[in-house]
């Protein structure tokens, strides 16, 4: 048993807030509430296999709980991946290579689960900017083998790591190797226990979908694609929405389609101007003209 029980107990509540999860959610499969409410406020010492169960749903390296320096690390490490996300979302890798760079130099790389967060992310600067799809594709291999997790179960970001190792398969045209991969990722979300990103699986059928139209498969394309805009409803987000619009104006489009077509990529137009993404919004518009041009003269 653990015992600097008040700190530790302390620590648990403020990441569970963080996170805005229950004390239900936080013990599902762990342990029962009432042991967690006790570790909470300090009046039992938490067993140490139920501390480490307990800082992998965190997300947290376990020494998070003893080490009195880690939490001004970790709010540290926290920074760099929001700032990471936020220029991934850009679609700035330029920035992020300089950002990756200085971070692969501080002590805190050390740290297994921030070195995996920057491999990850080194290996999308290589793919995006060096375009070295091998490098990229070793990387990610290199991060995966940093997790504790065994084929049975897939946490939150062992499956976007996944994701993006399927995206490079695709960049490969090994499409049926990555169709596999994206099918069992499918599967992995529904077995999490909690989604933190409620987004992940709307960017799974996106990429699902967009590696059917590149063989032809018509028929599977929308069926993800739509699946993909049913997520994006259901967690009211517009993340991706554009996108599976436009991928499903192309399904239509070359099944001939032309009305379903239209309707589709006037969606997927208005969904771009409305989150001011110029370049697609311009390409939506490009596909809508010109399909509209060819039905007028049919």
């Given at each position: 048993m653990i015992d600097n029980r008040e700190d530790i107990g302390a620590k648990i509540y403020d990441l569970r807030r963080y996170f805005h999860m229950t004390q239900k959610e936080l013990c599902d499969g762990i342990c029962t509430q009432a042991y967690i409410s006790k570790i909470e406020n300090g009046s039992l010492a938490i067993a140490a296999d139920i501390l480490f169960k307990i800082s992998e749903r965190l997300g947290v390296d376990v020494n998070y709980f003893y080490d009195t320096t880690f939490p001004e690390r970790m709010d540290y490490s926290l920074e760099v991946e929001i700032q990471a996300r936020e220029l991934v979302i850009q679609d700035n890798y330029t920035a992020l290579k300089r950002l990756i760079e200085k971070e692969e130099?501080?002590?805190?790389?050390?740290?297994?689960?921030?070195?995996?967060?920057?491999?990850?992310?080194?290996?999308?600067?290589?793919?995006?900017?060096?375009?070295?799809?091998?490098?990229?594709?070793?990387?990610?291999?290199?991060?995966?083998?940093?997790?504790?997790?065994?084929?049975?179960?897939?946490?939150?970001?062992?499956?976007?790591?996944?994701?993006?190792?399927a995206n490079i398969l695709v960049d490969f045209k090994q499409y049926r190797q990555a169709i596999n991969l994206y099918e069992d990722l499918l599967f992995s979300v529904k077995k999490l226990p909690i989604i933190r990103n409620h987004n992940i699986e709307?960017?799974?059928?996106?990429?699902?979908?967009?590696?059917?139209?590149?063989?032809?498969?018509?028929?599977?394309?929308i069926v993800h694609a739509k699946k993909g805009l049913t997520s994006c409803r259901n967690n009211r987000s517009l993340y991706g929405m554009g996108h599976l619009y436009f991928i499903v104006g192309r399904a239509y489009e070359e099944i001939d389609q032309t009305?379903?077509?239209?309707?589709?990529?006037?969606?997927?137009?208005?969904?771009?101007?409305?989150?001011?993404?110029?370049?697609?919004?311009?390409?939506?518009?490009?596909?809508?003209?010109?399909?509209?041009?060819?039905?007028?003269?049919?």
């Open positions: 130099q501080t002590p805190l790389y050390e740290n297994r689960r921030f070195k995996q967060f920057i491999l990850w992310h080194k290996a999308l600067c290589k793919r995006y900017v060096d375009k070295d799809l091998d490098t990229s594709l070793d990387l990610l291999n290199e991060a995966l083998l940093l997790f504790n997790t065994n084929h049975k179960v897939k946490c939150e970001r062992e499956i976007e790591i996944l994701m993006n190792k709307i960017m799974i059928r996106y990429n699902l979908s967009r590696c059917y139209l590149m063989i032809s498969n018509y028929e599977k394309t009305v379903q077509a239209l309707e589709f990529f006037q969606k997927a137009k208005q969904v771009f101007d409305l989150t001011e993404e110029d370049q697609y919004y311009q390409k939506a518009l490009f596909n809508l003209n010109e399909l509209q041009n060819l039905h007028k003269q049919v």
